[in-house]
């Protein structure tokens, strides 16, 4: 796999999976490979806080299957998230997800983090609300870049906040499915 998507939305027709598809077609017309994973449908749990990690960077001690989406991270060269905004944050399918991440960072002796993730991947985020602005859950996006792409040195190519409507959901709506495929097309260096 080249570009690796976590999509944290348990609709597989619903809004984040359509903007989610359509970056992935974007990155496919370059020609490279594309891996969705559904958060939902794989069989996982969250951290343990054994802290195995700690002793072990980059490493996740719990086994289960999402430990072979942690490893490609690695060694994918791109990342996709999609995330629904659900009670006014994260999806919990999403949340789980992002702290397992915990075991890509290492610990530094003088404080904060270091990313265990190689350099020169790209990273782009879908998210859909139901809310009109879409500035209104800003923190809760920031807070998932930053704990994920840009946390693990990678660059922010592009990022979709769609706003949910009965008269503008992201399926079928042309103008943002490009959108999300040119994001997708950028992905690909
Ligand atoms: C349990 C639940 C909680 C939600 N909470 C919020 C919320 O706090 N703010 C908001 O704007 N939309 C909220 N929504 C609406 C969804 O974010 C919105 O419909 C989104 O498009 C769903 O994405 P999906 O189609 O990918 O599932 C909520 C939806 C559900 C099911």
Aim: proline content about 5%; overall charge positive.
């Amino acid at each position: 796999m080249q570009i690796l998507a976590f999509n944290g939305s348990p609709r597989s027709q619903g809004n984040t999976s359509a903007i989610v598809a359509s970056m992935l077609e974007g990155a496919r017309s370059r020609g490279t490979q594309t891996t969705e994973v559904r958060l939902h449908d794989i069989n996982f749990k969250g951290c343990l806080g054994c802290l195995g990690c700690r002793k072990n960077p980059g490493f996740c001690s719990a086994k289960d299957e999402l430990s072979p989406y942690l490893e490609a991270i690695k060694t994918c060269t791109g990342m996709v998230l999609g995330c629904p905004i659900y009670m006014y944050r994260l999806s919990g399918q999403m949340k789980l997800f992002v702290d397992r991440i915990y075991s890509l960072y290492a610990n530094l002796p003088q404080g904060g983090y270091k990313s265990m993730v190689p350099p020169g991947k790209t990273y782009a985020l879908a998210i859909s609300q139901g809310a009109p602005d879409p500035v209104q859950y800003q923190k809760s996006i920031m807070y998932l870049t930053g704990m994920t792409g840009s946390g693990l040195g990678m660059d922010v190519v592009g990022k979709i906040v769609h706003t949910d409507s009965a008269e503008k959901p992201a399926t079928g709506n042309q103008e943002l499915l490009e959108q999300a495929f040119d994001i997708g097309r950028k992905m690909v260096r």
